[in-house]
């Protein structure tokens, strides 16, 4: 190679890789504002800018943002939704999952006549906007109790998350060989022990991109959060939202910021360790839906 | 008996999910369909009024509004999250060092939810305190940048927050995509003397067909169902300038006792994911075949 198309190559790279690290740092100036500014006190949020460090780092926002900042009319920061979430995520997961795995493997390894056509039907709750049940499941709600409960939203999550979890769980059940389970049957296994035996010890990972998926999804829910819960049950992103907007004695951004990240805390922190798993989850509902 | 049982196991197993589907999903979709032909207000009532509330929803200027909105948001959204999406994809598929740092990085704020991501740029894109003042200091002086609190505006704004948090997981259905491609194509058309701008505009491109449907299936039902986001970000607000179908229809269901009228925004959301989401299945089954 003449030593001009070497420079040229080598030019061309370079500025692949500078734009390549531009838009990392572009991607990543939101939550270097949201840092620095949760570390300034609101003397310095008004005098300085954006992208200035804090200069005399204080905790002061993130105490006030977990334990006494107003989300309406009550003042006991974020702490208590955090709760709220957590008692919601964790059963909603749990039960979605486990539905989603023994729905999936009925559907790829037991077909029967309209199985096919029955997660036809379910794969398209993956896709409805969710308004048009808002209505009637709040009358469901209502009329079973269930109303601005904590039981009540983990039911309307694991009813619209089955759908998913069905979708991920028969996808991965279909690339098992089916002469397995013939194998089984010839051995005397039944449904339930084919599965325990064969395919549960084969499923870590398509549990782990589940589970991810699931709770990605309903610790980020705001929708079904601020229409049916009630004033003592509602989940952090909801919570979140009322402090943006509730503003006793002046804006505090940095209070503000500081209840973004704890909001946010929990599903960037699976990110970060699982992000292989999430990444998964992704794309395989996307690109097998 | 027990024979009976183990026999109907599979069917068994997907029995609840079953009901919960026809029970939660196609009935309550029809009760949507049957609410919006009555004159509800606060409570269901079954007076049955024919499409008069949709008439009124269609000759309201804030749905007007919201639909113009919605139009303005996807075809700003899906085009330039698809762009940078590929084009960051095709950077990265350059045997590019730190590629799965650069990825995490790119992909993050896909696990953060709306509401933190609304939060951040609400603050980031303040009138005062936010970009407007960084550019101030920075030396750029009399640079204004004050979208939040412009009608005609505010949109934009929503466009940008969604691309900062949808555009990696493009970038991501991308990557996906052209780790499929075979490498022998690529080996071929460069001993055939093509340039690395022909061989992706002429032979990578047109493969990733599929991805771009996919992305674009997937951005789209991001984008109608964004509810959070403006939620957030600007209330729907300046007045409701902002306002996409998702905040009209919770607003006029659950704020202004309009049920009639919210059930009838909710079926024509429903009807706006099918005509994207019927001709997609309706090609990915011929394809198959």
């Known amino acids: 190679m003449s030593r001009q198309t070497l420079l040229s190559i080598n030019f061309g790279r370079a500025m692949i890789y500078l734009l390549l690290v531009a838009f990392a740092l572009l991607y990543l100036a939101p939550l270097y504002v949201m840092i620095t ?94 308004q048009v049940i808002l209505l009637p499941m709040a009358k469901l709600l209502g009329s079973l109790g269930l109303a601005n409960t904590v039981t009540g939203l983990v039911m309307v999550h694991v009813i619209y998350g089955v759908a998913f979890t069905t979708l991920f769980f028969r996808n991965y059940y279909v690339g098992v060989p089916t002469e397995l389970v013939r194998a089984a049957k010839l051995d005397g296994a039944g449904f339930l022990n084919t599965f325990r035996y064969i395919f549960l010890p084969l499923s870590t990972p398509i549990f782990v991109v589940t589970v991810i998926w699931q709770f990605t999804q309903i610790w980020n829910d705001f929708l079904f959060g601020v229409v049916y819960s009630g004033a003592g049950t509602q989940p952090i992103t909801v919570a979140l939202n009322n402090l943006v907007n509730t503003s006793v004695g002046g804006k505090e951004y940095n209070v503000d910021m500081a209840a973004a990240i704890i909001a946010a805390l929990p599903t960037l922190v699976v990110y970060v360790v699982a992000g292989k798993y999430f990444v998964r989850g992704l794309t395989a509902g996307a690109v097998k839906g | 008996m027990l024979d009976y049982l183990e026999k109907h196991l599979p069917k068994i197993v997907l029995a609840p999910t079953t009901i919960a589907m026809i029970v939660c999903m196609y009935g309550f979709i029809a009760w949507t369909g049957l609410l919006s032909l009555t004159k509800s207000r606060m409570m269901p009532q079954w007076e049955f009024v024919g499409l008069d509330q949709y008439v009124r929803l269609f000759a309201n200027p804030r749905w007007d509004v919201a639909v113009d909105n919605l139009f303005i948001f996807l075809i700003l959204f899906i085009i330039i999250a698809l762009i940078l999406g590929l084009l960051l994809a095709i950077f990265l598929d350059q045997q590019i060092r730190a590629e799965g740092a650069i990825r995490t990085i790119y992909l993050y704020p896909m696990a953060i939810s709306f509401i933190v991501t609304g939060t951040a740029w609400k603050w980031i894109l303040n009138p005062g305190l936010g970009i ?122 659950f704020n202004r006792a309009q049920i009639g009228m919210g059930a009838a925004s909710a079926m024509i959301m429903l009807f706006g994911v099918l005509a994207v989401l019927i001709p997609y299945l309706y090609s990915e089954l011929r394809e198959k075949k």
């Open chain 2, 132 to 253: 407007e003042k960084l550019m101030n200091d920075w030396g750029f002086v009399g640079f204004e940048f004050r979208w939040l609190v412009e009608p005609d505006m505010a949109i934009y704004t929503i466009v940008i927050a969604a691309v900062w948090q949808s555009s990696g997981f493009v970038m991501a259905l991308f990557l996906a995509g052209l780790r499929g491609v075979d490498d022998n194509l690529t080996k071929a058309a460069k001993i055939d003397g093509a340039s690395t701008v022909r061989l992706y505009w002429h032979i990578i491109l047109p493969l990733m067909r599929p991805v771009f449907f996919s992305a674009i299936v997937i951005l789209t039902h991001i984008a109608i169902k964004s509810f959070d986001l403006v939620q957030a970000l600007t209330g729907g607000g300046p007045g409701y300038s902002s306002d996409l179908p998702a905040n009209f229809m919770y607003t006029f269901s």
């Open chain 1, 37 to 130: 500014t949760s570390f300034k006190d609101i003397e310095e949020i008004r005098s300085g800018n954006l992208m200035a460090p804090p200069l005399s780092p204080t905790f002061y926002a993130w105490t006030k943002a977990w334990s006494s900042a107003c989300t309406g009319s009550e003042c006991e920061g974020l702490a208590p939704f955090f709760w709220n979430s957590v008692k919601i995520v964790v059963p909603a997961v749990a039960i979605s999952t486990i539905i989603g795995a023994f729905n999936g493997y009925a559907l790829a390894k037991w077909s029967f006549k309209g199985s096919e056509f029955l997660f036809g039907a379910l794969l398209f709750g993956c896709f409805i906007p969710f």
